[in-house]
Structures are given as C-alpha cells and as structure tokens.
C-alpha cells in the first residue's frame, strides 16, 4: 500500500479519458460501505470501462478507515485519502477531485441512497451532449415531506432565481464532471452544495439526469435541513456575488451608495425646500422655528449619506482588491474549454 502525502498530478497529454474516478466523502459510514465499494465494482466491471474509487474519509470516528482497509485488499482500484480531523464535505469533495487520475470524476455520498447503477447513464448522457457537468434529479425521493422535501423544494427555487443555473434536485450528490472542469473549479466553505453554480461562472455545459434515490440503509443521517438552512442562505448570497460582481464590485457596492446617498440628499433638500417656504408663507419666526437640527428626517438623512459614502468606498477597495487578484497572480479574467485546430498537413 502506497501513502502519498500530496496529490501526484499527471500532465495533461497522460490523462486518459475513459477513466472514471469515483469521489466518495466520507464520515462514519463504516456499515454502509462493504455493500456500496461491490456495487460500484459490479456496475464498472459490467460496463468493461476502467475505474478507479477514492474514499476521502473526513475524521470518521466508527471505524470506517478500518473498513476501508479491508476492502482495499478485495479492490485493488480502492484508493483511500485520511484527512487528520473532520474538515467538511465540501473538503472532501475538493480532496478527491485533487487524487483523482480520470477524465471525468463521480461523487456521490457513501451511505448508499444514491445508486451506482445510474452512473452508466449519466456518463453516456454526458458523452452525447459533450456537457462538462451532469448532475442526478433524485425520483420518488425517501424522505419526510416537511423536513426534507419542502425546504429541498424551496431551497431550489431560491437558488435558481439568485443564480439563474435552473435545476430541480441541488442536494443530490451524485454528479458527473469533467477533469478539466473540476480542476478549474475552487471549492471552499461549504460550496459543495453549489457545484453548478460555480460551474456555471466559468461557463459550463450542465444536464440534469433522473437518478433512484434509495431508502438509507444503514446509519443516520449527519445533518438535517433546519439545522444547515442558514449556512445554505449565507452560502447563497456568496455564490450570488461571486456570479454577478466579482469582477466589477462597484455596480453592486456603488450602486447602494449612490441609491443611500441620493436619498439622503432628497431628503434634506426636502427640509431645507420646507423651512425656506414656512418662512415666506408665515414670516420670520415660523422661519427660525422649524429647526431642521432637530428634526428626526434629518438624523436619517445624515446616516443615508454616511452609508452611501461608506458604499462607495467598499466598492473603490473592491476594485482594488480585485484587480490585485488578477493582475498579482496574473490571472486570465475568462476560461476557455477547449482549443480547436484544423490539423496541418506536414
């Protein structure tokens, strides 16, 4: 057994395409597994296409590194990456996608709801459309209606709307997506759950393929849905900036200081319009009366153009920050997919 401490990545002209890589996070799926790795096995050995499967275990506590040794001496292709504690799923998506060796990499999680039996149709929708992501639609999914459909349901339509990426299942992590795209793809936070979201900021081509969700079968689940639903709405309004203002910060940032300080400007306008009247129509002492100091427009007048300054200063560094970004690292502001040349006659 080999134990590489950083990911050995092969040139470019080495990788082979036919190769699919099986992305597998895992946290305490120590039951579960024995019946996953041989289904994975069966379905790969009956398509005759080679494979590989990496186990990412995230700090499992029940045993599961164990059982992934195990396995490893009945599968040979079985690769396993130990992280030192629990870093996340999205870390462990990010691990695999950095070991893997094919041309297009699988995830989907280990405790067995997600069935390998769909992969073979999701490589060859994959393959028909030239797409760089398919992701799994989840069928008569089994789960509680009010805890896991609903917030599913509503969670979707949020994001669509925010990102415009239009899709029925995001939670599903069975997916299919190319090398080149998962390498130019960076996953951090807990960005797994946006996948195509930030697949779709480097332009790429996304299905969606019906999949079998599977009762789980062994194990409980890690997380609920109300107990991550303000990390997904937090996680959203970054992946909305990241999608809309990352390269150009001051149409966002500007854009509210300019609408703050504009309101703010009206309304002291407003006020001094007001005093100036009261005094011709009622005469000088109705003129000295009305203290515009005192009145409470005045208070959110001030702090609206405060705001609004602040805003645009916000956006001035975001553009400085952003310009460092790309001009330090010297770093392309677009990505290309592929090159395309008519062969030369020698």
């Given at each position: 057994?080999?134990?590489?401490?950083?990911?050995?990545?092969?040139?470019t002209?080495?990788r082979?395409?036919?190769t699919?890589?099986?992305?597998?996070p895992?946290?305490?799926?120590?039951?579960?597994?024995?019946?996953l790795?041989?289904?994975?096995?069966?379905v790969?050995?009956?398509?005759?296409r080679s494979?590989?499967?990496?186990?990412?275990?995230?700090?499992?506590?029940?045993?599961?590194?164990?059982?992934?040794?195990?396995?490893?001496?009945?599968?040979?292709?079985?690769?396993?990456?130990?992280?030192?504690?629990?870093?996340?799923?999205t870390?462990?998506f990010?691990?695999?996608?950095?070991?893997?060796?094919g041309?297009v990499?699988v995830?989907?999680?280990?405790?067995?709801?997600?069935?390998?039996?769909?992969v073979?149709?999701?490589?060859?929708?994959?393959?028909?459309?030239?797409?760089?992501?398919?992701?799994?639609?989840?069928?008569?999914?089994k789960?509680?209606f009010?805890?896991r459909k609903l917030?599913?349901?509503?969670?979707?339509?949020l994001?669509?709307?925010?990102?415009?990426?239009?899709?029925?299942?995001?939670?599903?992590?069975?997916?299919?997506?190319?090398?080149?795209?998962?390498?130019q793809?960076?996953?951090?936070?807990?960005?797994?759950?946006?996948?195509?979201?930030?697949?779709?900021?480097?332009?790429?081509?996304?299905?969606?393929?019906?999949?079998n969700?599977?009762?789980?079968?062994?194990?409980v689940?890690?997380?609920?849905?109300?107990?991550?639903?303000?990390?997904v709405?937090?996680?959203?309004?970054?992946?909305?900036?990241?999608?809309?203002?990352?390269?150009?910060?001051?149409?966002?940032?500007?854009?509210?200081?300019?609408?703050?300080s504009a309101?703010?400007?009206?309304?002291?306008a407003y006020?001094?319009?007001?005093?100036i009247?009261?005094?011709?129509?009622y005469?000088?002492q109705?003129?000295?009366?009305f203290?515009?100091?005192a009145?409470?427009?005045?208070?959110l007048?001030?702090?609206?153009?405060?705001?609004?300054?602040?805003?645009?200063?916000?956006?001035?560094?975001?553009?400085?920050?952003?310009?460092?970004?790309?001009?330090?690292?010297?770093?392309?502001i677009y990505?290309?997919?592929?090159?395309?040349?008519?062969?030369r006659?020698a």
């Open positions: 057994m080999t134990i590489a401490n950083h990911p050995q990545k092969p040139s002209d080495t082979s395409t036919s699919v890589s099986i992305v597998l895992i946290y305490n799926e120590a039951e579960a597994l024995p019946g790795i041989r289904e994975i096995t069966a790969f050995r009956e398509m005759d494979y590989e499967i990496i186990a990412v275990d995230d700090g499992s506590t029940d045993g599961s590194l164990d059982v992934l040794r195990q396995l490893q001496a009945e599968e040979p292709r079985l690769r396993i990456v130990q992280f030192r504690r629990n870093f996340g799923q870390a462990a990010a691990a695999g996608f950095d070991y893997a060796r041309g990499i995830t989907m999680d280990a405790d067995g709801q997600q069935d390998p039996a769909d073979p149709r999701m490589l060859e929708v994959m393959e028909a459309g030239d797409y760089d992501l398919v992701t799994g639609w989840r069928q008569n999914r789960e509680p009010l805890t917030p599913s349901i509503i969670a979707n339509w994001i669509a709307s925010a990102s415009d990426v239009h899709l029925h299942d995001r939670g599903c992590s069975l997916k299919a997506v190319r090398r080149d795209l998962a390498e793809m960076q996953l951090y936070g807990e960005l797994h759950r946006f996948i195509p979201e930030v697949a779709s900021m480097i332009g790429a081509r996304i299905a969606e393929v019906p999949v969700d599977r009762p789980r079968q062994a194990g689940s890690k997380y609920g849905a109300l107990s991550r639903t303000p990390r709405i937090l996680d959203l309004l970054t992946v909305s900036y990241l999608l809309n203002y990352s390269d150009r910060p001051m149409q966002l940032f500007g854009g509210i200081g300019l609408v703050s309101a703010g400007g009206l309304i002291l006020l001094a319009i007001d005093k009247w009261r005094g011709l129509r005469g000088e109705a003129f000295r009366d203290r515009i100091g009145n409470p427009w005045t208070m007048a001030v702090l609206l153009t405060v705001l609004g300054v602040q805003f645009l200063m916000m956006g001035v560094l975001g553009e400085i920050l952003t310009r460092t970004y790309h001009e330090a690292q010297d770093k392309a990505v290309v997919r592929r090159v395309i040349e008519k062969e006659n």
